[in-house]
């Protein structure tokens, strides 16, 4: 006890222990963009789009899952029984099936694509969102056979397929293995045109690598989020390889946009109505029906008291109206 606490009187010497913490762990974020301390709950409110400076922050793909599909229409998750496996016994730092197990644990994830088959404003839909803090995204055998089997499952059912990238390329684990799911998911959509079935692509931040340069960027209609940061190599390597500056922005969403790369760039709070819409141009008013009603009961006519006119006392006005039905299924695509 010091000289200080000694002096004072007994009746006001406080506790010197540690004190409680009264503001629970996690209740604030700060925002990386503009700096900004922001309330978590608003912010989750808010689909983790900072109110400030409309900044997109990354979020997992369940969550991205959660907030796109209509939580009325069941999902059914595609391809869940699919595990990695260290096939080639990879081992740099560290080995790859440790790797792996680390992922896992920090994601609840098996793997780093999640497909699933739900509706969106009532409409049918196949989705895929990967999950970037997984091994940051990447592609080995594992996402390219759930994405093929998800585009497989939107051909089979003639429903549009959506796909959420954020990851950082190929998976260099797994070697050559992790590039032929480049080939392998760019076939899987080949199809998809051949079948008329709508794809859209959305780019989040990061898209960057093998992914960028095979399923990314390969759909109907291509979307970014704002800010996002979308290309091949990244900016320090290319900088370095070509020896030049780049402009300011390079490889943003925003200037993919401007030199004609994507096809537009739509606020995460604004995503699930745009897709809704693009889907309903693209692949018809097709919409999730309710049950049919009952028919409805209708009484018999009753006897005409006079017997009708056989069809060849029916005059010029009925050899027209049977011209008019042949000219009629002639022009019909369906009878052709």
Not at 138 to 158: H, K, L, P, Q, W
Not at 191 to 212: F, H, K, Q, W
Not at 278 to 288: A, E, H, I, N, T
Not at 296 to 312: H, I, K, N, R
Request: aromatic share 6%; charged share 25%; net charge negative.
């Amino acid at each position: 006890m010091s000289w200080f606490q000694k002096l004072m009187p007994r009746r006001i010497r406080t506790d010197a222990g540690p004190r409680s913490r009264s503001v629970p762990e996690g209740l604030w974020t700060k925002c990386e963009s503009c700096q900004g301390i922001l309330y978590r709950p608003d912010l989750e409110r808010n689909l983790e789009v900072c109110p400030k400076c409309g900044a997109h922050m990354r979020i997992s793909a369940r969550q991205r899952l959660r907030l796109f599909l209509d939580e009325s229409c069941e999902a059914v998750e595609i391809g869940a029984e699919l595990q990695p496996s260290d096939f080639l016994r990879f081992r740099d730092s560290k080995r790859y099936r440790d790797r792996l197990n680390q992922a896992q644990k920090a994601t609840g994830e098996n793997d780093a694509l999640v497909a699933m088959r739900g509706a969106v404003h009532q409409r049918p839909v196949v989705v895929c969102a990967f999950e970037f803090g997984f091994m940051g995204g990447s592609m080995g055998t594992i996402v390219g056979e759930r994405f093929c089997r998800a585009a497989e499952e939107a051909r089979a059912n003639d429903i549009p397929l959506v796909c959420f990238s954020a990851s950082g390329g190929a998976r260099m684990q797994e070697a050559l293995f992790s590039l032929m799911q480049m080939a392998k998911t760019s076939a899987a959509i080949s199809r998809l045109n051949e079948a008329r079935v709508p794809y859209i692509s959305v780019l989040t931040d990061p898209t960057m690598g093998g992914v960028s340069a095979s399923l990314a960027t390969l759909g109907d209609v291509i979307i970014a989020e704002p800010g996002a940061l979308i290309g091949f190599a990244g900016p320090r390597v290319i900088e370095q390889t070509v020896r030049e500056t780049l402009p300011e922005g390079f490889q943003r969403a925003e200037f993919l946009l401007d030199h004609g790369a994507i096809d537009m760039i739509v606020d995460r709070r604004d995503m699930r109505d745009e897709i809704a819409s693009l889907m309903g141009k693209l692949g018809g008013d097709v919409s999730v029906a309710p049950a049919p009603a009952p028919a409805a009961t209708v009484d018999p006519e009753p006897e005409s008291a006079e017997p009708e006119a056989p069809a060849e006392e029916a005059g010029p006005a009925g050899a027209a109206g049977d011209q008019a039905g042949e000219s009629q299924d002639e022009g019909d695509p369906r009878n052709a």
